[in-house]
């Protein structure tokens, strides 16, 4: 049987540019592609890398499954994205799906740090946010009061006041590693399995279950969402 009819997951993944990376110039001695990925790579096309389908595949497939057991155990799972451009994907996404029936919350904004590591802190900080945001949001929009300090942090915590945020998150869904390394460093002192889209350029290390393709294909970002949605729904 033909490969692309048999695997499910070929519809739709070169039309999202999934598989064009990184150019693979060197610049200032230094190549674009990191060396973790080489296993991920196929070859080189118009000066940017190609990935492989095959890896990404079953790599996709396995982080598929681990997301999928964390949501039937009840787990708490945290989408962690930082680019403006993917905030309306990412909370339409939520929004649209049956997410508010499990712990999973996220995280559209610039990372705290030490989110994870000091956790009873920030947890502090969102649950008086919350009661604060319960007796007050109405009256502040009502009457167009001027909050900067409120609006920060309504913003970064918007992702996290729909749900019930009372626990360390279990598992990390890093949408772009490259630019939140310091999230992988924090999820692996805590041993937080973390899967994330890693581009050809990605350091590996401590990124348990990594999905090759473009990170910065909006698209390649709304077909892993899809598939995230799919396995909700089963």
Known sequence: MNFKKRNPFYKDYTKTKAHIAH???YIEGKKRSHPYTVNFILGCKNKHTIINPYPFFDKFNRSLHVIGF???KRKSILIVNTNKEYANLIENFYNSTDLKNYSVSYCNEKWVGGFLTNWKRVYKSIQTFMEFSERFEKFILRNNIHFPRYKKMAQSFQGLKQNTFCE???LIFLINPNENRH???EAVALNIPVVAITDSNTNLLGISY?????SNSIEFVHYCLQWIARVITK
């Open 23 to 25: 150019k693979s110039l």
């Open 70 to 72: 964390f949501l039937k």
């Open 168 to 170: 360390r998150p279990c």
């Open 183 to 185: 999230v992988v460093e």
């Open 210 to 214: 990594p999905i090759p393709g473009n």
